[in-house]
């Protein structure tokens, strides 16, 4: 399984769209086997999940996020856990991991 988290630093951004660059964790069994950086690529409508789908990623964790892109998530097979708190992506995934990771799984953006 691999999940992909939009960062700025090494924080989940607030809206995937302005993330400085993205991490992609690739998940076996529960237990974190790999995890890579990417730059961000150009906000255009669709572009992210279209990327991420040719990255082969099944979720995506986001903190804001607008109803489309979940559309376009969505409609790449790609899995959406959103309104999660802005915190250390290597916390966030241990979290998910643990079953411990509070969301609301709600559109939290303004578009």
């Known amino acids: 399984m691999k999940v992909m988290m939009p960062l700025i630093g090494d924080v989940l951004s607030e809206h995937f769209g302005r993330a400085q660059r993205f991490v992609i964790y690739e998940i076996e069994n529960g237990v974190v086997k790999d995890k890579k950086f990417y730059d961000s690529i150009e906000h255009q409508e669709g572009a992210f999940p ?62």
């Not at 607008?66 to 241990?94: C, L, W």
């Open 50 to 111: 279209a990327w991420a789908k040719s990255q082969n990623v099944d979720l995506v964790i986001l903190c804001g996020v607008g109803p489309r892109a979940i559309e376009f998530f969505n409609s790449y097979g790609i899995d959406v856990i959103s309104g999660v708190a802005p915190q250390e992506h290597s916390k966030t995934m241990q979290d998910y991991l643990d079953g411990t990771l509070i969301y609301t799984n709600k559109s939290v953006c303004e578009h």
